[in-house]
């Protein structure tokens, strides 16, 4: 349960043309579960591995607590790492593959015989402990596997990537809060690696959110859901995600075409920026409000507990999400507000500022 600390590091498969990591510097803090969330190929298993020590990074240095480990290999590191798929000993029992990584070590037999129990029941693997591990279906094999993972008591911390992808999405759900379990028991520093925002989010302290080589925020679940600091959290997280409108800056007012969408905090330069609202902040009315945006409406999702009302201002869709029984014709005009503490100025994908209230200017 130690400090993981990247000290600039960075990883190039192509001798340095293209950065699949680019340089970072981050510190994983011990004892925290930490989710790392981002799209397929931005990364995330290349920095899983640089921190095994499967792979050794193109620039940088890590450092374990004060113990630097950037040459040391993966023997030497004492993490302990779960793949995408099951990696176990297929003619060896059940018992005997959660036990290896133990006997490995020399652990006391009592000792081992005490951690193998406790992790087979934690996972539910009781009644097949005896069973050849080839006898198993893929699902199974690979819950095995994370309790490979998770046996050793004394890690410096567990990585899991992607851990649960062949798991049957009914069990996935009890397998995180087993997990949770085990992490508050343990006090492993966690480093789970998923595409999947509801996995992430719900099991995780603290989201890094990766995309292209680069983590672009990191914070509580909640954090990242109203205040993201970067365009590509705002879609990625969020169902639908968040919207995005062009509008301009001239003196203290934002404008979307004629129409003023608010003011702006604090100081910001003129000129062109992008407007980021959650659907779930949007407000449609079919009256004209100040400051508000028109909008045309397309159509309507009845999602059961919610509606998502679809408009269009000029060529971009804005979604708004409504209590379920809207009544928004498709082809109506309407008008959106967004309330200026949960509406974000971007430039450049990078949030810039915020929305102020209008307090009586700008209106037309
Ligand atoms: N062994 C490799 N050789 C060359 N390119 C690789 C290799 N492994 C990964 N990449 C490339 O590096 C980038 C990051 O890959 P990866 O770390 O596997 O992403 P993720 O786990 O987020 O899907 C991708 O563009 C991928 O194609
Ligand atoms: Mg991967």
């Given amino acids: 349960m130690a400090d993981i600390r990247l000290e600039g590091v960075g990883h190039s498969y192509d ?57 040391v290999p993966t023997a030497g590191r ?28 020399k652990v006391p037999r009592q000792e081992i015989d005490r951690r193998v129990r406790q992790v087979s029941a934690l996972l539910g693997l009781d009644e097949v402990l005896r069973r050849r591990s080839r006898r198993l279906d893929p699902g199974r094999q690979q819950i095995v596997s994370l309790g490979r993972g998770l046996v050793r008591p004394e890690v410096a911390a567990v990585l899991l990537d992607e851990p649960l992808t062949v798991v049957d999405p009914a069990l996935k759900w009890t ?10 028991d343990t006090g492993h520093t966690l480093v789970y690696v998923t595409h999947d925002q509801t996995e992430a989010l719900t099991f995780a302290d ?10 672009v925020q990191t914070g509580e679940p ?17 169902s639908p995600g968040m919207n995005m409108l062009p509008a301009e800056v001239t003196g203290d007012i934002v404008r979307v075409g004629k129409s003023t969408a608010g003011a702006v905090k604090g100081d910001l330069p003129p000129g062109p920026v992008r407007i980021g609202v959650r659907p779930e902040f949007v407000r449609i009315a079919g009256e004209r409000t100040s400051p508000g945006v028109p909008a045309r409406v397309t159509g309507t999702d009845r999602m059961g507990a919610y509606d998502l009302v679809h408009t269009r201002v000029g060529e971009h869709q804005m979604i708004a999400k409504t209590e ?17 503490e949960r509406t974000f100025l971007f430039r450049d994908q990078v949030r810039c500022g915020s929305l102020a209230p209008l307090n009586g200017r700008g209106e037309e």
């Avoid at 004492?78 to 060896?92: D, K, R, S, T, W």
């Avoid at 909640?222 to 969020?238: D, K, N, T």
């Avoid at 009544?327 to 967004?338: I, V």
Wanted: proline fraction near 6%.
């Fill in 78 to 105: 004492n993490i302990a790492q779960v793949f995408q798929f099951p990696v176990l000993y297929e003619e060896m029992s059940v018992y005997d593959n959660l036990a290896f990584p133990l006997r490995n070590r």
């Fill in 222 to 238: 909640a954090e990242l859901f109203l205040s993201p600091a970067h365009e590509f959290v705002g879609h990625f997280i969020g």
């Fill in 175 to 184: 397998l995180r809060s087993k997990l949770k379990e085990i992490h508050r």
């Fill in 15 to 71: 001798g340095g043309r293209t950065w699949a990591l680019k340089p970072m510097t981050w510190t994983w803090r011990g004892a925290r579960a930490y989710a790392l969330l981002g799209p397929s190929g931005c990364g995330k298993t290349t920095l899983l591995n640089i921190i095994s020590g499967l792979l050794t990074p193109t620039v940088g240095r890590i450092w374990f607590d004060d113990r630097e480990v950037t040459g």
């Fill in 324 to 340: 379920a029984g809207s009544s928004h014709e498709p082809g109506a005009l309407a008008f959106l507000h967004f309330p200026a």
């Fill in 206 to 215: 603290e989201v890094v959110v990766l995309n292209d080589g680069a983590i």
